[in-house]
């Protein structure tokens, strides 16, 4: 397997492995790629975050490109999949964004791997998508961490948080929010046990601006939490750290958008990874 390498996500792959190519933007923010490396009759993996407003397009153009070289098979390592939070058309008149995205990607790579999906319809929508196991990851970032309490952050982090206290035998503890329907301000976080004296730890999926996060940490250090972490898949952070390193002792994530936060500590995917 060789990797074109639009973003460095997996940690390990070496120079003698690494597709070369030249990438600028046009001035009227059009995308162009040129492979410049040999990639006949190889398998290529393309690595990207896809967290910038013309992934989708370049991807498209990079296995045009791949294509047109003779790569025997284009697979897609996209951990962050874009779209993918809008899992239902909510509102009539929208669009079902994951489908459109989702169909695109389906007729096009032989392999799409993604990393803790939002939601299973991102699963349902690419009949080639394969969910990296987390398993690895976990491991290692739990390895210290034994007699610690996993946190549910909110209804929808339930059953996940679930599944990794069974694997690594850690207790759970609940937490639900209350939002504003109006503005989706969070109005309060209720903890539905006692965590008094407890280091925790908060694993979800993606932190965006960080406001659950920061309630939920503000509302479990009132209940006597004495040590907080927080393990992201996915570290968007819009609002920088925002308040969150006044919180949380620790701050980890796999994929980031911002590479400028001192306090996040990254935990990156490997090529082990991302093999059937």
């Not at 489908?99 to 690419?126: I, M, Q, Y």
């Not at 006597?224 to 968007?236: C, E, M, P, R």
Request: hydrophobic fraction near 40%; charge should be negative; glycine fraction near 6%.
């Amino acid at each position: 397997m060789k990797y074109l390498r639009l973003d460095k996500i997996l940690s390990d792959v070496r120079d003698d492995e690494t597709v070369l190519f030249d990438y600028h933007t046009f001035n009227g923010g059009e995308s162009h790629i040129r492979i410049t490396g040999d990639v006949l009759n190889e398998d290529v993996m393309i690595e990207c975050l896809a967290m910038r407003p013309n992934a989708p397009m370049l991807l498209m153009l990079a296995y045009d490109a791949l294509s047109r070289l003779g790569a025997s098979s284009v697979e897609l390592c996209l951990p962050y999949v874009p779209y993918g939070r809008q899992d239902a058309a909510f509102n009539e008149g929208e669009a079902l964004s994951i489908k459109v995205f989702g169909e695109v990607l389906w007729n096009t790579f032989n392999r799409v791997w993604v990393l803790d999906p939002h939601s299973p319809t991102t699963v349902a929508c690419l009949d080639n998508c394969f969910v990296i196991n987390r398993t690895r990851l976990l491991e290692q970032y739990l390895k210290d961490k034994e007699h610690m309490v996993l946190i549910s952050a909110d209804a929808g982090a339930l059953k996940k948080t679930y599944a990794i206290a069974k694997k690594f035998g850690h207790h759970v503890v609940e937490a639900s929010k209350r939002r504003d329907p109006e503005t989706g301000e969070i109005l309060g976080v209720t903890v539905h046990d006692d965590v008094a004296g407890m280091d925790c730890v908060v694993i979800d999926d993606i932190c965006d601006g960080g406001a659950t996060f920061v309630a939920l940490g503000e509302q479990l250090k009132l209940n006597g939490a004495v040590g907080l972490h927080l393990y992201v898949s996915h570290g968007i952070f819009s609002m920088g750290q925002y308040k969150l390193e006044d919180i949380y002792t620790t701050i980890t994530a796999t994929t980031l958008k911002r590479s400028d936060l001192p306090m996040v500590q990254y935990l990156p995917l490997c090529k082990e990874d991302v093999r059937v």
